[in-house]
């Protein structure tokens, strides 16, 4: 397949990811019933957001910054261990794989394998020739490059086993937001979406705030109120339960809406069910630089390059922790 080829079956994944039917709404029932995090509507967002990620367009434009997807290549099998902290997390990767003309060896998570076993049923039905080139594997006994996304234990492992491949090799990342104290109700409503989609699950999940001295979270509440949908989830009020008492057992000064807990800490990840915040220090523009620059840090949101609302909406070219996937896979 050419890539013009290939860039036309994601165009028809991604309209096929648009689907509606009452099969489709049972099909994110049972992803739900396997794993709790995966609300309905949370499934149904990670769709949409692939829906509309796969256009032609988006396709054609992501696809022309990378010359050499115009020449035939000699297929690599690349090994690819996804994760499963949030809904379809693990498709950028297997996208990249399959338009970059290699074959993709899949080990799912366990957390994931409703959602993903539906979309890679869904590229084998649109091209038999693709669908060769994609297969779900337990192990990972012939592959000649490795992806593999996982927490800071599991890297370790990871580099253990798969360290003599080519390889990317992910570990925890989180996100966080930057505040100036002008923001209006609409725009804090807004980094509402950043830090409760998939219950802060994702590494582009905001965990953590930097604010000015003195900074009045009242209004930051009042802004977030439409959120408290999140205890609707038993797992996350689990969660929040359970760090509230430990928090209040430690005599540890917090703010509480009673569905997000606000603590000051230097710590940039927090636990489900709280946000970490910080009073800025440092001139804005050196505390970018120095979390643009940490390893711990996939997104700084600051309403800027990226805006709030904006950091679990990204496109093809934005790439897990800032490695070229594309251009991995291309040098092969």
């Known amino acids: 397949m050419n890539i013009e080829q290939r860039i036309q079956v994601f165009v028809e994944l991604g309209k096929e990811l648009a689907d509606n039917s009452d099969e489709f709404k049972e099909l994110l029932q049972t992803a739900k019933h396997k794993n709790g995090w995966f609300n309905t509507d949370q499934s149904q967002l990670a ?54 003309g290699h074959i993709a060896l899949v080990k799912l ?12 049923d ?4 649109i091209s038999t020739e693709m669908g060769s080139r994609l297969e779900i594997v337990e192990r990972l006994n012939t592959i000649e490059a490795v992806i593999a996304t996982g927490s800071n234990n599991s890297s370790r492992y990871f580099e253990a086993y798969f360290g003599k491949y080519p390889n990317i090799i992910r570990k925890n990342r ?6 100036d104290g002008n923001e209006s109700a609409q725009e804090l409503a ?17 965990t953590k705030l930097y604010v000015p001295q003195d900074y009045n979270f009242n209004l930051f509440y009042e802004s977030i109120i439409e959120y408290a949908s999140v205890l609707d989830n038993i797992k996350y009020v689990h969660n929040y339960d359970y760090h509230k008492t430990l928090f209040l057992l430690n005599s540890e000064q917090l703010l509480d809406n009673e569905f997000l807990l606000i603590k000051e800490d ?17 001139n804005k523009k050196v505390l ?11 997104c700084v949101i600051e309403n800027q390059a990226i805006k709030f609302g904006e950091a679990q909406i990204p496109q093809l070219w934005d790439y897990a922790d800032n490695v070229d996937t594309l251009r991995f896979l291309l040098n092969l």
């Open 47 to 100: 769709f949409t957001n692939w829906s509309k990620a796969l256009t032609e367009d988006s396709l054609k434009y992501w696809t022309a910054m990378y010359p050499k997807l115009s020449n035939a290549i000699a297929p690599k099998k690349v090994g690819l261990i996804m994760a499963g902290n949030i809904p379809l997390v693990g498709l950028h990767d297997l996208v990249s794989v399959l338009i970059s």
């Open 109 to 120: 998570s366990s957390e994931d394998t409703v959602l993903m076993t539906f979309v890679i």
């Open 122 to 125: 869904k590229i084998k039905s």
């Open 174 to 179: 989180t996100s966080v937001a930057i505040l």
């Open 190 to 206: 807004q980094l509402g979406k950043d830090i409760f989609t998939y219950y802060g699950l994702g590494c582009r999940n905001v």
């Open 266 to 282: 230097t710590n940039l990840k927090s636990p489900i069910g709280v946000l970490h915040y910080e009073y800025l220090s440092v």
């Open 288 to 298: 970018v630089e120095k979390l643009n620059l940490s390893e711990e840090v996939q």
